[in-house]
Nanobody, 121 residues
């Protein structure tokens, strides 16, 4: 019912920056929490950042001070500005959204397909 499409990944040198975007689409839905997770090869998927409907952000300790999450509710889009990138930031980054149908009772978690971020010299 809700589709999430990430974009903005790529190859960047250490210390560089990338900006990820995730657009949610669907019919008659309302999104509350949106966020970003990442998964490196051989590792568990981990939280990067979350942002509530009111714009309050939360970050993993590993990215605090370097990454900024933001959202544009009118566009159903969440962003992740990544600065001072490190090789350990290399992962597939996944967009997450908690959404419910207009008039619905329950919220459901949706995931995007992911976008690759590679930090390497």
């Amino acid at each position: 019912q809700v589709q999430l499409v990430e974009s903005g990944g790529g190859l960047v040198q250490p210390g560089g920056s990338l900006r990820l975007s995730c657009v949610a689409s669907g019919r008659d839905f309302s999104i509350n929490v949106m966020g970003w997770y990442r998964q490196a090869p051989g590792k568990q998927r981990e939280l990067v950042a979350l942002i509530g409907s009111g714009g309050s952000p939360n970050y993993a300790d590993s990215v605090k001070g370097r990454f900024t999450i933001s959202r544009d509710n009118a566009k159903n889009t969440v962003y992740l500005q990544m600065n001072s990138l490190r090789p350990e930031d290399t992962a597939v980054y996944y967009c997450r959204a908690d959404a419910q149908r207009v008039g619905g009772k329950w919220a459901y978690t949706y995931w995007g397909q992911g976008t690759q971020v590679t930090v390497s010299s």
